[in-house]
């Protein structure tokens, strides 16, 4: 049992422990999954790669309390994204929305690909009917013929 125990803790020790503190936690479960739900969408400014629920920096608590502060006010979920981003941008978005920039930003490397691929294959069709190396001497042509006529 004490094996089972220490392989179970062994496995579930490296699972990384939200950083939300007791203090900031709100009394009514439903406002506080929804705040929950809402950190998990919001990056940490300072840590770039880590939602404000993930992280231990104190602008992400100042961002974590900002949601929850919202909540409370009665904001719908859109309301507070809003809010937030109207204040850092759309950087602080873990998922972009959609609209103008974001088609550029996703769409960019496709249409080079395609484009990169096109010119590839108009270059090939048109080496195709042209000849590779140069003309053979006369004596380069006489020695061939003579190969060719044994």
Do not use: H
């Not at 996703?106 to 691929?117: D, N």
């Not at 294959?121 to 009917?129: E, I, K, S």
């Not at 590779?132 to 061939?144: H, M, N, V, Y």
Request: net charge neutral.
């Amino acid at each position: 049992m004490l094996r089972l125990f220490l392989l179970l803790a062994a496995f579930l020790a490296p699972l990384p422990a939200f950083a939300v503190n007791p203090d900031e936690v709100l009394a009514d479960p439903a406002m506080e999954t929804r705040a929950r739900t809402l950190s998990a969408e919001l990056r940490c400014m300072v840590c770039q790669n880590q939602s404000i629920d993930d992280s231990n920096a104190e602008l992400a608590k100042d961002l974590r309390l900002l949601v929850r502060e919202r909540i409370k006010d009665g904001d719908s979920d859109e309301q507070v994204l809003n809010y937030i981003v109207s204040r850092y941008g759309e950087f602080v978005l873990l998922k972009p929305r959609f609209s103008i920039r974001t088609v550029l930003l996703w769409g960019a490397p496709v249409v080079l690909i395609l484009a990169g691929g096109i010119s590839m294959l108009v270059f090939a069709r048109r080496r195709v009917g042209k000849p590779t190396g140069s003309r053979l001497t006369d004596d380069e042509q006489a020695k061939l013929d003579e190969l060719l006529s044994k």
